[in-house]
């Protein structure tokens, strides 16, 4: 399913899209957002700030402020 979602929104097909990488993604576009960590683990399922905190890296921008 998630294959057929990726072709469907026009990712590159050389690019590995998995449920793992996608919830990475939505986590480091809400930390980048400013979206506190409770809200965070609320829309992503997580259980604790920890295993959030492992799949963000801060990026270049927010390291600068």
Excluded: C, W
């Excluded at 929104?9 to 793992?20: C, E």
């Amino acid at each position: 399913m998630l294959k057929a979602m990726a072709k469907d929104a026009g990712f590159l097909k050389h690019k590995r899209i998995t449920n793992h990488s996608v919830r990475k993604l939505l986590v480091q576009k809400l930390r980048n957002a400013n979206i506190p960590p409770t809200e965070t683990m609320a829309i992503t399922g997580h259980k604790n700030v920890q295993s959030i905190t492992n799949y963000s890296n801060i990026s270049v921008e927010q390291q600068q402020k």
